[in-house]
């Protein structure tokens, strides 16, 4: 499995990034994948999830501001961030967790602790006000 994000950078506060991750290897156990965050000091948390089916789950924080989608035909995700907020400032990153069962409120609550889960090398997004 390998993820490979790009399209972070730095952005004034109410801007917009779209962050693209380019999935390879074993992509058709990929059912659920995902967006996780890391701030500096902080844990890393879950941001955003979508399955096989295009269902999607978003953290109360970013509901109604990020969209998390797929590109099936070139085995891209997708995160785009609208209204940004200072507090959006962290290192992102694709991830992913093979095979079927996996509910997507807990993975994105528990997926930095899992040990199936991959993750790609992370893009870092600056916001500033």
């Known amino acids: 499995v390998q993820l490979v994000e790009s399209g972070g950078g730095s952005v004034q506060a109410g801007g917009s990034l779209r962050l693209s991750c380019a999935a390879s290897g074993d992509t058709l156990k990929m059912n659920l994948m995902g967006w996780f965050r890391q701030a500096p000091g902080k844990e890393r948390e879950g941001v955003a999830a979508?399955?096989?089916?295009?269902?999607?789950w978003y953290s109360d924080s970013v509901k109604g501001r990020f969209i998390i989608s797929q590109d099936n035909a070139k085995n891209t995700l997708y995160l785009d961030m609208n209204s940004l907020k200072d507090e959006d400032t962290g290192m992102y990153y694709c991830?992913?967790?093979?095979?079927?069962?996996?509910?997507?409120?807990?993975?994105?609550?528990?997926?930095?602790?899992?040990?199936?889960?991959?993750w790609g090398q992370g893009t870092q997004v600056t916001v500033s006000s």
């Open positions: 979508i399955d096989s089916d295009a269902n999607t």
């Open positions: 991830a992913t967790i093979l095979g079927r069962g996996w509910l997507m409120d807990w993975w994105l609550q528990w997926g930095a602790r899992e040990t199936s889960t991959y």
